[in-house]
C-alpha cells in the first residue's frame, strides 16, 4: 500500500534543488569523485608512499568544493568516488571498506564549508581543508582495525607514518585544487 501523495514523495530532482545544486553540476560533481578512482587506478606504482594519491583526490575534490555553490558538492564527488571505488573491475576485494574512505573527506569538506564560510576562497585554507580531510583514511584504517581486526597493510608498523605522509599529500593536494579553484574564479570575474 502507497502512502503519501505525490507532492510528498522524494525524487532525484527535489533532492537536489534542495541541496542547491543543478543535475548537470551533480554530474559533473559524480563525475569528478569516479575520475579520482580512475585516476587512482592507473597511476598505481609500488612507491611505498602512504597517502600518495591524496595529490590527485583531493586536488579534485578541493577543486569540485570551493568551485560549487552547493551545500553538499564533497558530499555529491565522496558518492561518486565511493560508488566507483566498489566496482569489480577495480579489485576492491581487498578492502572492503574503501567506500567509505573515500566518502567522509567530502562530507568533512562540507560540514567546514558550512561552519567556517568565510574561509572558503583563501588558499592556505583550503590547502589545510585539503590535508586534514585526507588524513581522516589512516583514522578510518585505525578504528576499523581496533573494531574489527581487519588488517590493513600500512598500519603495520604504526599510525604515525601513514598518518604524516597522508597529511603532507594531502595538503599538497589541496594546495593544487585550491590554486586550481581560485585561478578558475578569478579568471572567470575578468571582464
Given at each position: 500500500m502507497e502512502t503519501g501523495t505525490l507532492s510528498q514523495k522524494k525524487t532525484l530532482s527535489s533532492v537536489l534543488s534542495k541541496a542547491q545544486v543543478a543535475w548537470w553540476e551533480a554530474l559533473l560533481l559524480f563525475g569528478l569523485g569516479a575520475t579520482a578512482v580512475l585516476l587512482h587506478q592507473a597511476l598505481r606504482a609500488p612507491l611505498n608512499l602512504p597517502g600518495r594519491h591524496g595529490l590527485e583526490w583531493m586536488a579534485l575534490l578541493i577543486l569540485g568544493r570551493a568551485?560549487?555553490?552547493?551545500?553538499?558538492?564533497?558530499?555529491?564527488?565522496?558518492?561518486?568516488?565511493?560508488?566507483?571505488?566498489?566496482?569489480?573491475?577495480?579489485?576492491?576485494?581487498?578492502?572492503?571498506?574503501?567506500?567509505?574512505?573515500?566518502?567522509?573527506?567530502?562530507?568533512?569538506?562540507?560540514?567546514?564549508?558550512?561552519?567556517?564560510?568565510?574561509?572558503?576562497?583563501?588558499l592556505w585554507f583550503l590547502a589545510l581543508l585539503g590535508s586534514l580531510a585526507h588524513a581522516t583514511k589512516p583514522l578510518i584504517r585505525l578504528v576499523i582495525t581496533l573494531i574489527t581486526g581487519f588488517p590493513f597493510g600500512s598500519l603495520l608498523y604504526g599510525i604515525l607514518y601513514p598518518l604524516g605522509s597522508h597529511l603532507l599529500f594531502g595538503l599538497l593536494g589541496g594546495l593544487l585544487g585550491g590554486l586550481l579553484a581560485l585561478g578558475v574564479q578569478k579568471s572567470v570575474k575578468k571582464p
Open positions: 568551485l560549487s555553490r552547493s551545500r553538499v558538492a564533497g558530499s555529491i564527488t565522496s558518492v561518486g568516488a565511493a560508488t566507483f571505488s566498489v566496482l569489480p573491475i577495480w579489485g576492491a576485494m581487498h578492502d572492503p571498506f574503501i567506500w567509505l574512505i573515500y566518502l567522509v573527506p567530502g562530507l568533512l569538506m562540507d560540514f567546514v564549508f558550512a561552519k567556517l564560510p568565510g574561509m572558503t576562497g583563501k
